[in-house]
């Protein structure tokens, strides 16, 4: 299942890391729809029924445009039919934060949106699940495996190019409500399910539909040319995914900080002791985010890694790094 995310990319950091090729082969990002940028805050820790960002065809906004087309909007995470009748959408009974991929053809919360192609991508960067763990709910942070260091840093002629950190991309449906009183039509997701994999199956039974790759992504936001069933088999689960334990500080939906990501050690009683450095990184952290705004404990882990020093979690403290040392020079530039 997925209950909890994070997403903490400014709006045009996420544009440019879903950056695609059209039909042409011309190199896009995909713009935000008018005003959703707005309605998006970043957060290290996002619960049902906040918004996030999700990619689909442009053609569900613009008719005369190729369904191949991307834009993203900001929706509500949990389903609303468009045939909701009660005028306030919090009444909503039944629970659409998640869909189970096995039984999505039999429930019409989910049936009629996928029969009329409202398949979208959630985009986050990373969700997690928790396992219990010396009788305490302990919570991981998954998230894809992270580019190396050197691919990162690569020099490149293009400054649009995304060097960042690779966005999860969830594979979901969306609706949109209308309220009675002719308010504002409310766009809402969930995401689909699928049994856990091998990867992950020690600390779940069921995790995310996870789209791995651009090509799986095209055939599913492309309703127009790929079938409903040609675009399921595009649903089930993947090995290509890393994680690591975080503080159970992430376990209060109220707390949205650095340290929710970060790696801990497990067995530790207490938090590690952040060094200078650290306590430096992470309020770079904090004051960057937009204005708008084994199988039973493993640690530091990557399905795909070989060595110790490939796993994602480093390459992803790298990126961090990488990122403190440009803003400092930024800075130095500056002054």
Request: proline fraction near 7%; glycine fraction near 4%; hydrophobic fraction near 30%.
């Given at each position: 299942m997925?209950?909890?995310?994070a997403?903490?990319?400014a709006?045009?950091d996420?544009?440019?890391a ?5 039909n042409?082969?011309?190199r896009k990002?995909?713009?935000w ?8 805050k ?22 005369d445009?190729d369904?191949?087309e ?12 468009s ?6 959408p ?11 991929s096995?039984?999505?053809m ?7 949106p996928?029969?009329k192609?409202?398949r ?17 709910k302990?919570?991981y942070?998954?998230?894809f495996?992270?580019p ?11 400054s649009s190019?995304?060097?960042g ?5 969830m594979a979901g449906?969306f ?5 009675h ?5 409310l ?10 994999s091998?990867c ?15 090509e799986?992504i095209?055939?599913w936001?492309?309703f127009?040319e ?5 675009a399921l088999?595009?649903i089930?689960p993947?090995e290509?995914i890393?994680f690591?334990?975080v503080?159970t500080?992430?376990?209060n939906?109220?707390n ?24 430096r990184?992470f ?8 204005k ?5 404990s493993p ?6 890694a070989k060595?110790p020093k490939?796993?994602?979690a ?12 440009e803003?400092t ?6 002054n």
């Amino acid at each position: 299942m997925c209950g909890r995310t994070a997403c903490t990319l400014a709006p045009d950091d996420i544009s440019k890391a879903c950056a695609y090729r059209d039909n042409q082969g011309k190199r896009k990002k995909p713009e935000w729809r008018n005003g959703d940028s707005d309605k998006y805050k970043p957060s290290y820790n996002k619960s049902p029924q906040s918004n996030s960002p999700v990619l689909l065809s442009r053609n569900h906004f613009e008719k005369d445009v190729d369904t191949s087309e991307r834009v993203i909007a900001s929706m509500r995470w949990g389903l609303i039919p468009s045939w909701f009748s009660e005028q306030d959408p919090r009444k909503m009974q039944y629970n659409t934060t998640n869909c189970r991929s096995d039984t999505i053809m039999e429930k019409t919360l989910y049936k009629g949106p996928l029969l009329k192609g409202k398949r979208c991508v959630i985009l986050a960067n990373g969700f997690y699940e928790w396992k219990r763990h010396n009788e305490e709910k302990q919570p991981y942070y998954i998230y894809f495996p992270q580019p190396k260091e050197e691919k990162m840093s690569e020099e490149t002629d293009d400054s649009s190019e995304w060097k960042g950190c690779r966005l999860l991309t969830m594979a979901g449906l969306f609706d949109c409500w209308e309220p009675h009183d002719g308010g504002d039509p409310l766009y809402s997701y969930t995401v689909i399910t699928v049994n856990a994999s091998k990867c992950m199956n020690w600390l779940h039974d069921r995790m995310p539909a996870i789209l791995d790759g651009d090509e799986a992504i095209q055939k599913w936001l492309n309703f127009g040319e790929v079938s409903t069933q040609e675009a399921l088999q595009l649903i089930h689960p993947i090995e290509n995914i890393a994680f690591h334990p975080v503080s159970t500080r992430v376990n209060n939906s109220r707390n949205n900080t650095p340290e929710c990501i970060i790696p801990i050690e497990l067995g530790v009683k207490k938090e590690p002791t952040l060094s200078a450095s650290s306590k430096r990184m992470f309020e770079w952290l904090k004051s960057k985010s937009p204005k708008k705004e084994e199988p039973d404990s493993p640690g530091l882990q990557s399905c795909s890694a070989k060595t110790p020093k490939q796993t994602s979690a480093g390459l992803m403290h790298q990126w961090l790094k990488k990122e403190e040392r440009e803003v400092t020079a930024k800075k130095l530039k500056l002054n």
